[in-house]
């Protein structure tokens, strides 16, 4: 005889298996983690601050700047 099936939960376990598999998609494609993310900020925040500081200061009345 053959096993009793509840369609409702089969079709939700269906539903939720496809969700997760786009997810990771997505995840896989588009997705960074936390740490990636922060770590990027910081190195772009370090980046302008080096930056930042190789410039010349100019005399307030200078308009040129040389």
């Known amino acids: 005889m053959a096993e009793i099936v509840n369609l409702r939960r ?10 997760k598999q786009a997810a990771d998609a997505n995840a ?7 740490a990636e993310a922060a770590l ?10 080096d930056h930042e500081a190789h410039k010349r200061e100019t005399p307030p009345g200078d308009p040129d700047g040389v």
């Open 28 to 34: 896989a494609l588009h997705g960074r983690g936390k």
């Open 10 to 19: 089969v079709r939700k376990d269906r539903a939720r298996k496809e969700a």
């Open 40 to 49: 990027e900020e910081a190195r772009a925040a370090k980046a302008l601050r």
